[in-house]
């Protein structure tokens, strides 16, 4: 066993870890009241949205960074990044994308040229994707056919522009400017994003996808989704990250905020596969992030999955407040962490509504020198009658240097509620291995296979297009926990 | 084997123990109704082969405040820790637990198990649990379950369907959770816990 499963040494292979050469445009570097009325105005933003972010801004600097995670973070130098990088974009032919950049999304496997989709397969196959590269989204596509649904799929910027009602009414709504102190940091300093509306009844058509690329040294990416889910209405959204190997760490703060109205369902699924640093645990991207959505009326429906492989330092719970009755929702979950990779994530459930049902399945992966947390809250409001909650979280510990770590929290008052939590630790069982490799399977590969096998509960939630790309991940990024 | 029950709020109960190789130490702790506390218990296991067994068990049927914090420390490999507790919280009672298994690193082929079981009676209580894993050891075998519930009201039907009175019913109903844990602390003391239910 000792020889089969070695500390990962050996580098593993970032394929997104290359550096695309644009004209690039900038904000100086820093932080402070100037920059975010620069920023403001450079996207031609209404005053109303200028004061949400200077006022975010003045709570921000009232605060402190959180520090009860399971984790070791840099010392994070706020003024010592660029808050506002954007591919420039030649005046005279503003529709075309700049090559170089269409070529960054063909090597990431981006279909942003609608034909390219449209000659491969039918309608049911289609995916809408809204790319963000750096602070600003560079292209939406398939706009015409979601339009004619009355669907709105664009980017946040846009969506300011052209649908400012809907913005206003529900931004920072799910997530408040100060929630927390990168929620804050977020609120006031958000580049781009995407902006979803699904009107009432309408079940949208096709897969909704971002892509989000940090691409410029020395920058950070804060981007804001928010998705709103009319009455009745359904919608899969599927969100994916990478960005360049570099040697310093760069800051990576979302929000995403989810609104699902009665008998809505929304799925959301993420691939997060940010440069997770190299085999020293140099570099790397800090992905400190705030999800959360809210099942609004009666008979939502929202459902969390997520691949969790890159990142030096993963802070992120994924939450939904159960707030209609007999709302529902679900937190699927693998969380893979390698050499000195650190990863703190898990959920919040927050039961108001009666009837309401969670369930939750956390599969965490570690190797090397990494770090696993799991971290979650299962709350049960007082009207919470007859809400039920089962929560299933196993750490797979591949090597002897790694952590793998289960931080619950069940609270409840209310004696109508059920809440059931278990947790497991194990490792890949010598017999397992040895079952394999006597069937003339690698012991590498027989890895790949039990891992495989271990997160595929999860793995079976995502949709087609990031299930086979999740799967990749997983085995590159065990590439030499074997040996 | 060393075995030890104590009654907190009654007993004069320690809050360390240290297992050396080979030892093994079968702990009981009951809070009867009406005791608020804080209690902090750390065991470290020390020596290969160390083992604890610890049950408790928490009934808050008024205004209590109970407060259990477990620390259970593997820092040598080959040691055992079994953990279960079972708490009854009604009234305005509010009861928390928090439970923390430790797993040095090289602490390889250590098991250790945690469970924390509750039952709320009225609308006024409060349940939390914080059942914590640290690990740093892969050779091991690790878990923890909670459950936060009711009594189940089809097993009161049934009960009462073959002529027991609810109120009894209900208290043979709490027996039965409370079991396992309520069988080591001797007859007499398991008759007073009985006897003391809501």
């Known amino acids: ?483 | 084997m060393d075995s030890r029950v104590y009654v907190i709020g009654r007993d004069s109960v320690p809050q360390y123990f240290r297992l050396e190789a080979g030892e093994a130490l079968s702990l009981t702790l009951a809070v009867p109704p009406g005791v608020s506390c804080r209690y902090c218990l750390e065991v470290d296991l020390e020596g290969p082969g160390a083992s604890l067994d610890l049950a408790g068990l928490y009934l808050c049927p008024g205004a209590e405040q109970v407060d259990l914090r477990i620390l259970v420390r593997h820092s040598v490999g080959g040691c055992t820790s079994r953990q279960l507790f079972k708490g009854i919280v009604g009234g305005t009672a509010s009861a928390s637990f928090d439970g923390l298994i430790y797993v040095a690193p090289d602490a390889q082929k250590t098991e250790a198990f945690q469970e924390n079981h509750a039952l709320l009676l009225s609308d006024t209580a409060r349940a939390e649990s914080r059942p914590q894993l640290e690990i740093y050891a892969d050779d091991v075998q690790c878990s923890h379950g909670a459950t936060t519930g009711y009594l189940n009201p089809e097993e009161l039907f049934y009960l009462r369907s073959r002529g027991i009175p609810e109120a009894e019913a209900r208290h043979l109903q709490m027996q039965a959770f409370l079991a396992p844990v309520a069988r080591r602390l001797g007859d007499a003391l398991a008759d007073e816990i009985h006897a003391s239910l809501p």
């Open chain 1, 1 to 483: 066993m000792e020889e089969i499963i070695k500390d990962l040494a050996s580098a593993q292979e970032y394929k997104e870890g290359f550096v695309t050469e644009v004209d690039q445009e900038y904000v100086p570097k820093g932080l402070n009241e100037e920059i975010i009325r620069l920023i403001s105005a450079k996207k031609g933003e209404p005053d109303w949205l200028l004061e949400f972010r200077l006022g975010a801004f003045r709570r921000w600097q009232q605060m402190t960074p959180p520090f009860w995670g399971h984790l070791r973070l840099p010392r994070i130098d706020f003024q010592d990044i660029i808050y506002w990088a954007a591919p420039k974009r030649a005046e005279d032919r503003p529709d075309e994308i700049d090559p170089a950049l269409m070529e960054t999304f063909d090597k990431l496997g981006i279909p942003l040229r609608e034909r390219e989709v449209l000659a491969g397969v039918k309608p049911k196959g289609e995916v809408a994707v809204d790319a963000v590269f750096d602070s600003v989204s560079v292209t939406t596509t398939f706009r015409k056919t979601l339009a004619e649904k009355g669907i709105i799929f664009c980017s946040f910027s846009e969506a300011v522009r052209e649908h400012p009602d809907l913005v206003r009414k529900y931004l920072a709504s799910v997530v408040p400017a100060g929630d927390n102190y990168y929620a804050a940091l977020n609120s006031a300093v958000f580049s781009d994003g995407s902006f979803c509306y699904i009107p009432k009844g309408v079940k949208c058509p096709m897969d909704l996808s971002s892509y989000f690329r940090i691409n410029a040294s020395g920058t950070g990416q804060f981007e804001r989704t928010l998705i709103i889910a009319d009455e009745g209405s359904s919608v899969s959204y599927m969100e994916g990250c990478t960005a360049p190997m570099r040697d310093e760490n760069q800051l990576h703060a979302a929000v995403v905020e989810i609104i699902v109205e009665k008998d809505a369902d929304v799925k959301y699924s993420t691939v997060q596969n940010w440069y997770p640093g190299d085999a020293q645990g140099r570099g790397g991207i800090l992905n400190l992030v705030t999800k959360r959505g809210i099942c609004k009326g009666s008979g939502a429906h929202l459902s969390w999955t997520q691949v969790e492989t890159g990142s030096a330092v993963t802070w992120k719970y994924p939450s939904t407040i159960l707030k209609g009755d007999y709302s529902s929702s679900e937190f699927y979950s693998v969380a893979m962490t390698n050499n000195y990779q650190q990863a703190d994530t898990g959920t919040k459930m927050i039961h108001l509504g009666r009837g309401t049902r969670s369930r939750v399945v956390s599969k965490g992966i570690s190797a090397g020198h990494s770090e696993n947390s799991y971290r979650g809250l299962v709350q049960m409001g007082p009207a919470a009658d007859g809400a039920r909650n089962y929560s299933q979280c196993d750490s797979l510990l591949i090597g002897s240097r790694c952590g793998a770590h289960t931080f619950p929290v069940i609270r409840s008052r209310n004696p109508r509620a059920i809440v059931e939590h278990e947790a497991t630790t194990s490792r890949i069982s010598e017999d397992q291995l040895f079952y394999c490799t006597q069937r003339g399977i690698a012991s590498e590969d027989a890895v790949a296979l039990i891992v495989g096998g271990y997160a595929r509960e999860v793995l079976s939630r995502l949709p087609m297009e990031f299930a086979v790309e999740a799967q990749k991940l997983l085995s590159v990024s065990l590439e030499g926990a074997v040996g």
